[in-house]
Nanobody, 128 residues
């Protein structure tokens, strides 16, 4: 049974930083494209960042230069370092996994409907 467990969310003032973590079990971490998504109330789920098996990364334009996705295959853990946070970053953040057999183009497309497994989410709130 695959489980993805996010942690690290919280409340922070604009300009601050947070680091999210996602621990995976029940899958071979290195065989998956891993990603972070977010969803604000009344909005669609947005692909924030993804990382390929070999480490190639893709980011949404809204977070480029501020967010960094990384992973530790040995620990089966995915990270999202978020710097220079803005109020518009406020959302529920989700970790997701996509079978690498789908390829880099599908991974980099950051479409939520393509991802196979999801965590329960962790809330990030950025205040002015």
């Amino acid at each position: 049974q695959v489980q993805l467990m996010e942690s690290g969310g919280g409340s922070v003032q604009a300009g601050g930083s947070l680091r999210l973590s996602c621990t995976a079990s029940g899958l071979t971490f290195s065989n998956y494209c891993m990603g972070w998504f977010r969803q604000a109330p009344g909005k669609e789920r947005e692909g924030v960042a993804v990382i390929a098996v070999a480490g190639t990364r893709s980011y949404a334009d809204s977070v480029k230069g501020r967010f960094t996705i990384s992973k530790d295959n040995a620990k089966n853990t995915l990270y999202l370092k978020m710097d220079s946070l803005k109020p518009e970053d406020t959302a529920m953040y989700y970790c997701a996994a996509l079978r690498w057999s789908r390829g880099w183009i599908v991974c980099a497309g950051r479409e939520a409907s393509n991802f196979d497994y999801w965590g329960q989410g962790t809330q990030v709130t950025v205040s002015t």
